[in-house]
C-alpha cells in the first residue's frame, strides 16, 4: 500500500512552511508544478516568482542562447536556475534574511500531435537548507512514457513537486532521496536515466552511486560515464554515431579485456570507413552481483578502472542482447558493432525467449537490425595447444545451425582479425582468484596502470597487509 502524500499535500506542506521561498521557472510543456503549488492553498508562502518562458525569443532573452541551438539540455536547465537563483539573492535576501531561497526549473518536450518526437525533459531545484548555507542543486534528465501530451505534462508536474519536496524533506539519505522522487509515478510513466547533485546538502552522496541506484531500482534500464567517470546522458553522447560496444564483467579488466576492446574498435573501424568511433565497455547488472549482493565499491572500482585507460563505461539492466539492441535504437546509431566472447554469443542461441512473442527468430531481428554487426572475439580452453573456439567451431544447437549460417554468410556476425593470441588464457575470474589469494604473477595479467590501481587501493579483495609500502 503506498503511504506517500500526494502532490498536492506535499505543496500544502511547503506552502505552509514559511522559512521556504521561491521562484518556478518552466519552459515547454512543463508548466504543471507551480500550477500544483498555487492551487494546494496557501502558495503566497512559498512562491516569489512563476515564469514561463514559453517563447524562444524571450526566454534567449533571459537566459541566453545556446551554443547547441536547443531548448532541452542540461545548460539551459541550469542557465535557468543560476539565473533565477541569483535574481533572488538580489532582490530579496535583504527583506527576508530567514529564509531559505529555492528556484525549480523545467524545460520539456512533450509528445507532438503525430507522436513522432522523443517526450524528454530537464528539470532541477537550487536551494538551501538555512539561510547562511550555501546552495545546493539536483539536476536530472526525465523521459515521458504517457501515450497523450496531457498525462505527460501531469507527470511532470507530479514529479517536479516531488522533487522540491525531497530535497526539503528526503535529502539526507540517497535512497529515500531517490525513492521521493517517484511517489505516485511509475516506470511506465516517467523514467528517470540521469541525475547530478551538488553542494553542502548532497556532501555524503557519490553521484556514480546514485546513478547505479536508478538502475537497481528500475527507474531507468542504463546510466553512462565518460572517460573522466562523471556521469552523461548516454544521448549525448551517442546520438547519430557509430558505436562499438564490448560487454564484459572486467574483474579486474585484464589484457585480454584490454585486447578485445582494442581489436573490436580498429575492425569496426575498418568496417564504417574510418568514421569516428564511439566505443563503450558495457557491464551489466548481473555482471556486477557475480559474487550475491552489488557493492558500491566494487561498482566504483570498475568503472575506475576503466576510466583508468580512457574508456567510457555504460552500466546497463539489459541482460538479453535484444533488449541491449533496442535500447542502442534509441540513438539512431549509424552502425552498431557488438564485441564479445564465445560464451556471450552462444548465449544468444541458447537464451530464454519465452516472454517474446516470435521467440529466438524475433530475439534475433531485434538483435541484428541493419546497421547491427557482431564481431566474434576467440578463446582457448587453457593454453595455446588448446583448440580455437571461432565461428568455425563454435557449438550451438543443432535446430540453430541454420540461423548460424545465415548470419555469417550475410557477414552479420564475423570472427575479430588481428587479436592477441597469446592472451586467449587469461581470464578475469581466474585473475579475481590470484588476487584474492595473494598469489605472484597476477600483475603480469593486466595492464600495469590497472596493477597498480589494484595494488594502491586494495581493491577486488586484494590482503593488503601483505604489500610492503
Not at 540517497?174 to 525513492?179: T, V
Request: net charge neutral; with cysteine.
Amino acid at each position: 500500500m503506498n503511504t506517500a502524500k500526494t502532490a498536492n499535500q506535499k505543496a500544502l506542506q511547503l506552502n505552509l512552511d514559511e522559512t521556504i521561498y521561491g521562484t518556478f521557472a518552466e519552459i515547454g510543456a512543463g508548466q504543471d508544478v507551480a500550477g500544483i503549488f498555487f492551487k494546494a492553498g496557501a502558495a503566497s508562502g512559498t512562491v516569489a516568482k512563476s515564469i514561463s518562458a514559453y517563447d524562444m525569443t524571450f526566454s534567449d532573452e533571459i537566459y541566453g542562447k545556446e551554443t547547441s541551438g536547443r531548448y532541452v539540455c542540461q545548460s539551459r536547465v541550469e542557465k535557468m536556475l543560476d539565473y533565477e537563483y541569483d535574481l533572488l539573492q538580489q532582490r530579496l535576501r535583504e527583506k527576508f534574511p530567514e529564509r531559505k531561497f529555492f528556484v525549480y526549473a523545467n524545460t520539456v518536450s512533450a509528445r507532438n500531435y503525430h507522436g513522432t518526437n522523443d517526450p524528454n525533459g530537464w528539470i532541477g531545484v537550487k536551494f538551501q537548507r538555512s539561510p547562511a548555507e550555501s546552495a545546493s542543486m539536483v539536476v536530472m534528465h526525465v523521459r515521458m512514457h504517457d501515450n497523450t501530451n496531457l498525462l505527460q505534462q501531469k507527470a511532470i508536474g507530479v514529479l517536479g513537486v516531488n522533487l522540491v519536496h525531497a530535497c526539503y524533506q528526503g535529502h539526507n539519505e540517497s535512497l529515500n532521496f531517490l525513492d521521493r522522487l517517484m511517489d505516485n509515478l511509475s516506470r511506465e510513466r516517467v523514467e528517470i536515466d540521469m541525475i547530478k547533485v551538488s553542494g553542502p546538502a548532497f556532501e555524503t552522496m557519490d553521484n556514480r552511486v546514485l546513478n547505479l541506484q536508478l538502475i537497481v531500482r528500475s527507474y531507468t534500464d542504463a546510466i553512462m560515464f565518460n572517460e573522466s567517470g562523471a556521469v552523461c546522458l548516454a544521448k549525448d553522447e551517442l546520438y547519430k554515431k557509430n558505436i562499438v560496444l564490448t560487454r564484459g564483467s572486467y574483474r579486474p579488466p585484464t589484457k585480454v579485456n584490454m585486447d578485445i576492446l582494442k581489436t573490436g574498435q580498429l575492425n569496426f573501424s575498418q568496417d564504417v570507413g574510418g568514421e569516428q568511433v564511439v566505443s563503450l565497455a558495457e557491464i551489466t547488472i548481473n555482471h556486477l552481483k557475480e559474487d550475491g549482493e552489488l557493492t558500491q565499491e566494487d561498482f566504483l572500482a570498475r568503472v575506475d578502472l576503466l576510466n583508468t585507460i580512457g574508456q567510457k563505461v555504460l552500466i546497463t539492466n539489459l541482460p538479453q542482447f535484444f533488449r541491449l539492441s533496442n535500447y542502442l535504437s534509441n540513438f539512431k546509431p549509424k552502425n552498431v558493432g557488438l564485441v564479445m566472447g564465445v560464451y556471450n554469443f552462444m548465449q544468444i542461441f541458447n537464451g530464454d525467449y519465452q516472454h517474446v512473442n516470435g521467440g529466438i527468430l524475433e530475439a534475433l531481428g531485434r538483435v541484428f537490425r541493419p546497421y547491427t554487426t557482431i564481431y566474434l572475439y576467440p578463446y582457448r580452453e587453457a593454453s595455446q595447444d588448446d583448440q580455437l573456439i571461432n565461428l568455425s567451431t563454435v557449438n550451438v544447437e543443432k535446430e540453430h545451425k541454420t540461423l548460424l549460417d545465415h548470419l555469417v554468410l550475410t557477414k552479420k556476425v564475423k570472427d575479430l582479425v588481428g587479436y592477441d593470441d597469446k592472451l586467449l588464457h587469461i581470464y578475469s575470474r581466474k585473475v579475481l582468484t590470484m588476487i584474492r589469494n595473494n598469489e605472484t604473477g597476477w600483475e603480469e595479467l593486466v595492464p600495469k596502470e590497472i596493477a597498480k590501481t589494484i595494488n594502491d587501493k586494495c581493491l577486488f579483495g586484494h590482503p593488503c597487509e601483505h604489500i610492503i609500502k
